[in-house]
DNA sequence: TTCCTATTTGACAATCATTTACATATAGAT
DNA sequence: ATCTATATGTAAATGATTGTCAAATAGGAA
């Protein structure tokens, strides 16, 4: 299933879906491949700016959120300020936050149990279900969890 | 463990610890009491002005930090525009969000695993780790998932 | 290839949640 | 009752995200 599509693929869907595919998509959906970073839609422009001076930050937003409705990246709201894309769209998927530094990861974890029939369907039908773990990560932990990075701050993609 | 004090036992908790008890602290504490609405501060707002009319927001956001720092609630950031508030501090217990009307249900579940212990120390020190379940609601379902509430919109607390 | 039109874009303003600034009011220890 | 640190309210600032709309353009049709 859409586990990291190319940016062709995501062409080609769009193309498919009635959307045009224009300079800027194509290089949002370049930036995202691959990206575990879990940038947000600002760090996703930063990048943008550097190709193309004019872009704006709402076809970011606004292709960011087409994406996510056609089912190719995942949007996650962490409680930290603003949302986090992720191309990662694996089941079993879930999160490692770090509240010093603020980064997230993504974290492999096939429960015994699926934990989607936890739920009775007779009160909630599940959709998904996503675990995030909050916590420190090594760094921080070495740095005496001092490490700076407010929640607010901007994280630069690699 | 800290769950669910009385309006009393938060004000000896808030002088016990160099705060002061003010009428509005005193209000809050009795609208959060019991109340299982995962009620937004606005929310929780709406209510203090009918008693307070000259309240303000910002006062409720101070006090529900405050209470939130001292352990006695915790805030959810599910990604529907706003934070929500929970008094219930039980560990065990996660959360059912309809994508639908927006509504937050508390959800015991006890994992045969303990979550915490599936990630390794040696890459994250996991402080907390909470299950957001997302689907749709028995009502939500019924209505034919057209229960207009937008994610944004105000909820009421019961 | 050129044309045509629905879709995108970008500049800008608007909105929403949350926080800051600061002068005034007040809880609660003495 | 006094005094001072803390809390309050007004009003304005901030940051993330969305709405408006005229100008630009992708890409199918001719």
């Known amino acids: 299933?859409?586990?990291?599509?190319s940016p062709d693929e995501l062409c080609g869907l769009f193309r498919a879906s009635g959307r045009k595919v224009t300079p800027q998509r194509r290089r949002i959906f370049e930036l995202l491949e691959g990206n575990s970073s879990h940038p947000t839609a600002d760090n996703i422009y930063l990048e943008l700016v550097k190709d193309m001076p004019t872009v704006s930050l709402k076809t970011v937003y606004l292709t960011l959120k087409e994406l996510e409705e056609m089912g190719e990246i995942q949007c996650?709201?962490?409680g930290m300020g603003s949302a986090r894309f992720d191309p990662n769209v694996d089941l079993e998927h879930h999160h490692l936050v770090c509240?010093?530094?603020?980064?997230?990861?993504?974290?492999?974890?096939?429960?015994s149990q699926d934990l989607k029939c936890q739920v009775p369907e007779a009160i909630f039908s599940v959709t998904k279900a996503e675990i995030v773990f909050r916590g420190t990560c090594i760094v921080c932990q070495r740095n005496g969890g001092v490490s700076a990075v407010g929640s607010r701050d901007k994280v630069r993609i690699s």
């Open 1 to 5: 299933m859409g586990v990291v599509r």
């Open 76 to 78: 996650l709201d962490l």
């Open 99 to 111: 509240v010093s530094c603020g980064q997230v990861r993504d974290f492999e974890l096939s429960l």
